[in-house]
């Protein structure tokens, strides 16, 4: 089976590598993902000359490379002009890989050979009205989590085809345990200014924990954007990938999540298979697959002073942190990249 997973463009981000991870898993299929050199948000959407300039200057410099992932060991990428029949007509399933490749892939291959996978919705958007009307296009649809699928149920008329979560790449994440009784513990946070990921409330909890912990807590920070120049102190470490990455988490004892709404949210399971303990909202992937105070600790959205005593009171019970780290990983061993592939597959063949 010849398989495309159209992306809207080239560009870091959980979403995107997530799609790698469960493509570079689809044994015994041709797979290919394609990036348009054209931004298909450019023909739609609001202020569309930012987003066709943005488009075409990111298009230019990275083409179809991929630095931020190894993928080539099962996954061809691909620079197409832009979505049309004439590029897309030779794969047996096209999968529209976010909203912005939804109706042109639908409009490029017909109803038989797309299939929408939808890995968040962004309701609180300016251009939400056209996503909402995107989501009635009579094709299967895959949601990544069965919040999405509810929505999907709200705006079609029927939930998704398949509920198909993220997973997780224990091999590259794993640890072998931490150092409770460490006098300074390492909190990892991974920011963004995307306006879900609620880093107004990170950067009052940080602050906050800082303040009254002083030395016995390090604060490091990861990211895309540039460094947000917050005023307390912790290391920045700007776009890590591979191994530095996976190093974060290893040497991490704490992850703080404060979304307010995600699709998925890879970094919490990504913390759990390094043996993190994570404090987050209960977004995503951990609102359904996760417990509260087994798997990981569930923080209220927006509620600072709560939040910090919560962290504070789990800050030296050594006992609970490693039970908590013991269950977290022993939950994303269960959270697989092949069985995830092996689900899509299954999918897949039986249309």
């Keep these: 089976m010849?398989?495309?997973f159209v992306f809207p463009y080239n560009v870091w981000g959980g979403a995107f590598r997530s799609t790698f991870e469960l493509a570079n898993h689809l044994q015994g299929s041709s797979v290919t993902i394609i990036y348009p050199f054209i931004p298909p948000s450019?023909?739609?959407?609001?202020?569309?000359?930012?987003?066709?300039?943005?488009?075409?200057?990111?298009?230019?410099?990275r083409g179809s490379r991929v630095k931020w992932i190894d993928h080539k060991t099962h996954v061809n990428t691909q620079l197409i002009p832009f979505i049309s029949k004439k590029y897309l007509s030779k794969y047996d399933v096209v999968i529209?890989?976010?909203?912005?490749?939804?109706?042109?892939?639908?409009?490029?291959?017909?109803?038989?050979?797309?299939?929408?996978?939808?890995?968040?919705?962004?309701?609180?958007?300016?251009?939400?009205?056209?996503?909402?009307?995107?989501?009635?296009?009579?094709?299967?649809?895959?949601?990544?989590?069965?919040?999405?699928?509810?929505?999907i149920r709200q705006y079609s008329g029927r939930p998704a085809d398949?509920?198909?979560?993220?997973?997780?790449?224990?091999?590259?994440?794993?640890?072998?345990?931490?150092i409770w009784t460490a006098k300074t513990k390492i909190i990892l946070l991974c920011y963004s200014e995307h306006k879900m990921k609620?880093?107004?409330?990170?950067?009052?909890?940080?602050?906050?924990l800082?303040?009254?912990?002083?030395?016995?807590?390090?604060?490091?920070?990861?990211?895309?954007?540039?460094?947000?120049?917050?005023?307390?102190?912790?290391?920045?470490?700007?776009?890590p990938v591979g191994n530095e990455l996976a190093s974060l988490y290893q040497s991490s004892h704490f992850f703080l999540g404060t979304s307010k709404q995600e699709g998925f949210f890879n970094p919490p399971?990504?913390?759990?298979?390094?043996?993190?303990?994570?404090?987050?909202?209960?977004?995503?992937?951990?609102?359904?697959?996760?417990?509260?105070?087994?798997?990981?600790?569930?923080?209220?959205?927006?509620?600072?002073?709560?939040?910090?005593?919560i962290l504070c009171e789990y800050f030296n019970q050594y006992s609970k942190l490693q039970e908590l780290s013991e269950n977290g990983y022993n939950l994303v061993k269960t959270l697989a990249w092949n069985e995830r592939a092996k689900n899509l597959k299954v999918?897949?063949?039986?249309?």
């Design 2 to 4: 010849k398989i495309a």
């Design 42 to 61: 450019a023909l739609r959407m609001s202020g569309s000359i930012q987003y066709l300039l943005r488009g075409i200057v990111r298009s230019l410099l």
């Design 96 to 151: 529209a890989n976010h909203w912005h490749t939804w109706r042109p892939v639908f409009n490029a291959v017909g109803k038989e050979k797309t299939i929408l996978f939808l890995r968040d919705v962004e309701q609180w958007s300016n251009y939400s009205v056209l996503q909402k009307d995107d989501i009635k296009l009579p094709v299967p649809k895959i949601a990544v989590s069965p919040w999405v699928s509810d929505f």
């Design 162 to 178: 398949l509920v198909l979560p993220n997973g997780v790449n224990l091999q590259r994440f794993n640890s072998s345990g931490k």
């Design 198 to 208: 609620g880093m107004d409330y990170a950067y009052r909890i940080l602050q906050k």
């Design 210 to 239: 800082k303040y009254r912990l002083k030395s016995e807590l390090d604060i490091r920070i990861f990211g895309f954007p540039s460094d947000p120049c917050w005023n307390f102190e912790y290391t920045y470490i700007k776009k």
């Design 269 to 309: 399971f990504e913390a759990m298979a390094s043996k993190c303990v994570v404090f987050s909202t209960i977004v995503g992937g951990l609102a359904y697959l996760a417990k509260n105070d087994h798997d990981y600790v569930s923080i209220p959205f927006n509620k600072t002073d709560e939040t910090v005593k």
């Design 347 to 351: 999918f897949l063949d039986a249309r």
